[in-house]
């Protein structure tokens, strides 16, 4: 069992930046997937950004690529993710997700973190 703890979120104006951070604890396998999903009410869980750990492998959804960077830290079993040029459409809740089966679908992810808000005010 694992469990992932979420924090940072907020509400941060467009343009703004906000950092979220993600540590797993409990039994955990030398090389998985690890990283972050988002929800809007009313429509599908997508993929935001996700790394390998293992090999140092990052995988980044069309729509924040170039504006977001996803790492990781070894020590803390923590995975970052650096957002910056918000825009309002990235407001959402987002999801902690770790699985080995890959970086970038819903239903290749085995857990999930409670979910943090990120609200980007226009």
């Known amino acids: 069992q694992v469990q992932l703890v979420e924090s940072g979120g907020g509400l941060v104006q467009a343009g703004g930046s906000l950092n979220l951070s993600c540590t797993a604890s409990g039994r955990t396998f030398t090389t998985y997937y690890m990283g972050w999903f988002r929800q809007v009410p009313g429509k599908d869980r997508e993929f935001v950004a996700t790394v390998l750990w293992g090999p140092d492998s990052t995988y980044y959804a069309d729509s924040v690529k170039g504006r977001f960077t996803i790492s990781r830290d070894n020590a803390k079993n923590t995975v970052l993710l650096q957002m910056n040029s918000l825009k309002p459409e990235d407001t959402a809740v987002y999801y902690c997700?770790?699985?080995?089966?890959?970086?970038?679908?819903?239903?290749?992810?085995?857990?999930w973190g409670q979910g943090t808000q990120v609200t980007v005010s226009s």
């Open positions: 997700a770790a699985g080995r089966e890959g970086p970038a679908r819903v239903e290749q992810q085995r857990y």
